[in-house]
Each structure stands twice: as C-alpha cells, then as structure tokens.
C-alpha cells in the first residue's frame, strides 16, 4: 500500500487511542474538556480585568481635560478679581473667599476635593460676576470685556469636558454595579468615580452674559 506524503499523519494517534481501555478515554475526554474550560475562563477573566481598567483610565483621562479647562479659568481669576476690585474695593470677603477656593483646589489631595473645591470657586465667581449690576461701570472697562470673552470660552470648554468626563464616570460606576464587573473591579483596585455635579441650585455655572 503507497504511504501518504508528509509524514506519518494522524493515524497511529487513532490507532492508538482506539487502543485504549474505556476509562482512559474518559480520562482523556476530561482532560480534553477542563483545558477548553480553562482557557474559556481565562479569557474571559483577562478581557472583564482588561475592560475595567480601561474604563478607569478613561475616566482619569477625561478628567485630565476638565483640569486643564479649570486651570485656565483660574489664570483668569486673578486678573479678573483685580479689576473689579477697582470699582468694589469693599468687598473684601468675596474676594477673600475667591483668593480661598482657588487655593483650596490647588492644594486639593484628591479628585473629591479637587471638585469641592472647584465648586466652591463657581459659586463665588458667580457672585463675583453679579456685581456687575452694581457698577455699570465695568461693562464699558476694556480689560474686563476681555476677560469676559476668555471667560466665556473657558466656561463653555469645561462644561463640555465637564460632559465627557461625567459620561466616562457613568460608564465605569455602572459597569461596577454588575455582578461581574464588581468582581473585577475589585481584583483591580479600581473604585466608583466620582461625578463633577453642578453646585446645588445652579444651573448653569457661571453665567457670563454681560449684553
């Protein structure tokens, strides 16, 4: 009988597992079927630790953006503060309590208190920005409608990465929530994240509208 090419092939295999006794072939199944069920779980295993670490990085990324926006909107405090502070040199405490939050969040240990501080900084900016009504004559002061325009910008590109950043949030605290992703969050270290909520009664924070 001509022998097939490339080599000896699966026959003497079959041969000898047909060989086998009854039991060594359940054995062998059972081996068979445990290393399918090992491999099963363990990618499924690396792929839900993969996706919650993902996640986390997401967020930490995400929130990377807004602190860069806050940043900005704190370059710009300063420079405002002083010159409203040539039309209302005696408000005093507000601006004492601007000077306050900005060094609150600069000196915050942690993304809890950098948002706390954050939103300590929007309330009294808007306060701030309120005096306006008070002295008109800021409105026709050229530094100060400068720094409204950069204001505005900057206010309109941290609510905007305010969104993404809370959308990332979402993700992750939700898929934490579940069975399986609070088990693999877990065996990452990776916790619930904290959202940037607006501060209580506010809607839209600060409002820069000074037409």
């Given at each position: 009988?001509?022998?097939?090419?490339?080599?000896?092939?699966?026959?003497?295999?079959?041969?000898?597992?047909?060989?086998?006794?009854?039991?060594?072939?359940?054995?062998?199944?059972?081996?068979?079927?445990?290393?399918?069920?090992?491999?099963?779980?363990?990618?499924?295993?690396?792929?839900?630790?993969?996706?919650?670490?993902?996640?986390?990085?997401?967020?930490?990324?995400?929130?990377?953006?807004?602190?860069?926006?806050?940043?900005?909107?704190?370059?710009?405090?300063?420079?405002?503060?002083?010159?409203?502070?040539?039309?209302?040199?005696?408000?005093?405490?507000?601006?004492?309590?601007?000077?306050?939050?900005?060094?609150?969040?600069?000196?915050?240990?942690?993304?809890?208190?950098?948002?706390?501080?954050?939103?300590?900084?929007?309330?009294?900016?808007?306060?701030?920005?309120?005096?306006?009504?008070?002295?008109?004559?800021?409105?026709?002061?050229?530094?100060?409608?400068?720094?409204?325009?950069?204001?505005?910008?900057?206010?309109?590109?941290?609510?905007?990465?305010?969104?993404?950043?809370?959308?990332?949030?979402?993700?992750?605290?939700t898929y934490i929530r579940t069975f399986y992703g609070r088990f693999f969050a877990?065996?990452?270290?990776?916790?619930?994240?904290?959202y940037y909520e607006l501060p209580e009664g506010q809607g839209e924070v600060p409002?820069?509208?000074?037409?």
């Amino acid at each position: 009988m001509k022998k097939a090419r490339g080599g000896p092939g699966f026959g003497p295999l079959v041969k000898e597992v047909s060989g086998m006794s009854k039991g060594a072939k359940v054995g062998l199944v059972a081996v068979a079927v445990l290393a399918v069920l090992v491999i099963g779980f363990g990618g499924w295993a690396i792929s839900g630790y993969n996706n919650v670490v993902s996640m986390d990085e997401n967020v930490s990324g995400k929130w990377a953006q807004v602190e860069n926006q806050l940043k900005r909107r704190y370059d710009l405090i300063p420079n405002l503060v002083q010159t409203v502070k040539g039309y209302a040199s005696h408000e005093k405490e507000l601006f004492t309590h601007i000077a306050d939050a900005r060094t609150k969040y600069f000196q915050a240990g942690n993304r809890r208190e950098q948002i706390e501080a954050s939103q300590g900084v929007e309330r009294a900016l808007s306060r701030l920005l309120l005096l306006r009504e008070q002295y008109p004559q800021l409105r026709a002061n050229e530094n100060f409608l400068k720094l409204q325009d950069s204001l505005e910008g900057t206010e309109n590109r941290i609510a905007v990465e305010r969104k993404r950043y809370n959308d990332a949030v979402q993700e992750l605290n939700t898929y934490i929530r579940t069975f399986y992703g609070r088990f693999f969050a877990t065996l990452a270290g990776v916790q619930k994240a904290e959202y940037y909520e607006l501060p209580e009664g506010q809607g839209e924070v600060p409002q820069v509208n000074f037409q």
